[in-house]
Each structure stands twice: as C-alpha cells, then as structure tokens.
C-alpha cells in the first residue's frame, strides 16, 4: 500500500540561518508538514477500510480533508525544495525566470513588492504563489487560503508560506521581516527548472 511520505531537506537544517532557525526549520518540518503527510495516509486508510467493507463515509469531510492534507503536503515540499542556502539562493534571478518576471512587472523589484504584499494580507494557513498561467502565458501572483486546492496545477513556480508556525519562533508576529528575508534563501535555479518543464 503506497503511502505519503514526509521527503528529506536538500540542505541540513541549519543551512538557512539566519534567515530560518534550526530550531523553527525542525518544527515546520517535523511536526507541521509531517501532521499533513500522516492526516493524508489516515484518509486513504479510511478509504480503504470503507471500500473493503462496503460502508459509506460522509465524503463532502472525507474529501475536504483529503484535499487539506494532500495540498499541504504538495505545497510544503515546493517550499522546502524553492529555498537553498544563502549564497546559493537569494539575490536576483538570472534566466528565462529573471525574463519572465521582468517582461510582465517590468522589473524584479515591482515584483517583489506585489508579492511582498500578497505574503503579507493572505489569511489564516495562507500562501504566497508565483505561477506561470499557460493560456495568456503570464508569470501571476497568487494567495492560497487554507491548502484547500483539491488539484495541484503544474506551474507553481515559487511558494511561500506565511501561516505563522512557519516563522512564529524567528520572527514572533511580525510576518513581514520574514517575508523580507525569505528573499534572501530563494532557490531560483529550482524556480527557473520549474518554468522550463512549464514551459516543454
Ligand atoms: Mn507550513
């Protein structure tokens, strides 16, 4: 029976300080985004159990969970996966992104401040998006509420997560100088790798 399994860092977890602690790096890992891989595999057990027994679930719950944990899962492994090291990441972007992003805002820096002010007025367990929408082939921002997507589109570049067990040990409440630093641990070589399967 194939399950969710909660990946591994591409970077140790003290990789991204100062920007993220280890400490706070650990938690979101381990007990945030590991509660959505293990609420994802309960589902399906469930799933499971109700077909071999020929029982009926209330599926509008079932599903609306399935689809919180799922997402939650898809989109705490982009996040892990967008960030590297400063050095590494951070800075601006180079590339077919660095294209993308200046051919609709005009420059990085207008493109940061729209983003900057998505991550900053999106509620609750929400998410900052950066996607490139095929059919007017425009790079886009986007607010996630909740993780409640029930599909997960191929073209999310770059997502960030702003619900406060992301930032709350670093940063207390004030979310955004973490949405500030995060600049600085952007992976965009992975961001541009994205765009180009987007873009095959
Ligand atoms: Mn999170």
Known sequence: MSR???PNLPYAYDALKP???EEQLKIHLQKHH????N???A????????RREGTDLDMRATLKELSFNISGHFLHSMFW???APPGKGGGNPSGKIAEVINNEFGSF???????NQAAVSVEGSGWAVLVFEKEVKKPMIMQVEKHN??????WKLLVLDVFEHAYYIDYKNERARFVEAFWNIVNWEEVNNRLEEVLR
């Open 81 to 83: 996966n967008n960030l």
């Open 4 to 6: 969710y399994v909660l």
């Open 34 to 37: 590991q509660a959505y891989v």
């Open 109 to 115: 820096e207008r493109f940061k401040k729209e983003f």
């Open 19 to 21: 920007y993220i602690s």
């Open 43 to 50: 589902i399906l057990e469930k799933l499971e159990k109700a």
């Open 39 to 41: 609420g994802a595999n």
């Open 149 to 154: 997507m029930n599909v997960y589109p191929g």
